[in-house]
């Protein structure tokens, strides 16, 4: 799911590509993607894009007539799967992949979800309608103070990675991007929010502003003047996240470890984060049960491959 430093590069290379085109029309082969029907979408052809702006991991296309009034907001959240792509002017709908595609004098903007659940989705909102009901509440981390960031943290008792990734608390932090944070501040996924100290939130503050400006300069200069085509939760650059199984860059001596779970994982180095402690695993601990390795060591003495 793109995050926030992907969401950042997308708005940037959209506000170059769009801002001050007129919208010609939008064709829908997926109607199921519109979540709403009043305005219809047909309402924004012929609009001119002014702006494109964040709300969380949602993406707003601001559009106005001729006289620069506001007149409709496109929100796209485009999920796991969702992505955007720039095609040939005229393009249509026709891959099985394409969800909508947005027609532009110079090309056309195409919303693909390669995904048979098709969660992406687009909300069409009038200028007299507010956008609050899509804001989840979570504070912009690269904007906020060290001392708000730790009144959200601790508001609650809960694991770092949830805590972290729940958009009510800070906004566009996924599961992605918090793999490669605590490897960097150097915190276990699992630990609690009530027992951290001081300076280790101090350590996972500037980890999260670090982490999150590294991305999105690394995005942008890896996309340079082009559209971002391959727009991915899984980059050879990361750390942790997606790495199961390889030497951690920052020791140089344990493999990443994980804990899966249903439709993700959550990756970790056991000598960086957990003291040497390898995290329960839903599904192989159980299988292997008293046979489940505690620590580096153990899992090293018993040579057992948990890839």
């Not at 996924?189 to 101090?202: A, F, S, V, W």
């Not at 390898?278 to 489940?292: F, I, T």
Request: aromatic share 8%; glycine share 6%; proline share 5%.
């Amino acid at each position: 799911m793109p995050e926030l430093p992907d969401v950042v590069v997308y708005i940037r290379a959209l506000q170059k590509l769009l801002a001050k085109h007129v919208l010609t029309k939008a064709i829908v082969k997926s109607p199921f993607v519109l979540r709403t029907f009043d305005p219809p979408l047909e309402d924004a052809n012929g609009l001119t894009i002014e702006r494109f702006s964040r709300i969380g991991k949602r993406i707003v296309w601001q559009l106005s007539d001729e006289c620069g009034q506001g007149q409709i907001n496109l929100v796209f959240h485009l999920m796991i799967a969702g992505r955007y792509h720039w095609k040939k002017p005229g393009k249509l709908p026709t891959g099985k992949n394409d969800l909508i595609a947005f027609q532009f004098d110079h090309g056309t903007m195409m919303l693909t979800e390669s995904s048979t659940k098709k969660r992406a989705s687009l909300h069409v909102v009038a200028a007299s309608q507010s956008l609050a009901p899509f804001d989840r509440g979570g504070i912009e981390v690269l904007d906020c103070s060290l001392k708000d960031f730790s009144e959200v943290l601790t508001r609650e008792n809960r694991t770092l990675k949830r805590a972290l990734t729940n958009p009510l608390n800070y906004s566009g932090i996924g599961n992605a991007y918090s793999d490669e944070i605590l490897l960097v501040a150097g915190l276990s996924p699992t630990q609690r929010t009530h027992n951290l100290k001081p300076t280790e939130i101090e350590r996972l503050f500037e980890a999260v502003v670090s982490t999150m400006n590294l991305w999105i300069d690394r995005l942008s200069d890896s996309t340079g003047d082009k559209f971002p085509e391959k727009v991915t939760a899984f980059r050879p650059e990361m750390m942790a996240h997606g790495k199961f199984g390889k030497l951690c860059p920052q020791c140089n001596e344990t493999k990443i470890q994980r804990i899966s779970f249903t439709e993700n994982e959550w990756n970790y180095c056991p000598r960086c984060q957990t003291g040497g402690k390898l995290l329960a695993d839903r599904s192989l601990s159980r299988l292997l049960k008293d046979d489940w390795p505690k620590t580096i060591e153990e899992l090293e003495g018993q040579d057992i491959d948990l890839s």
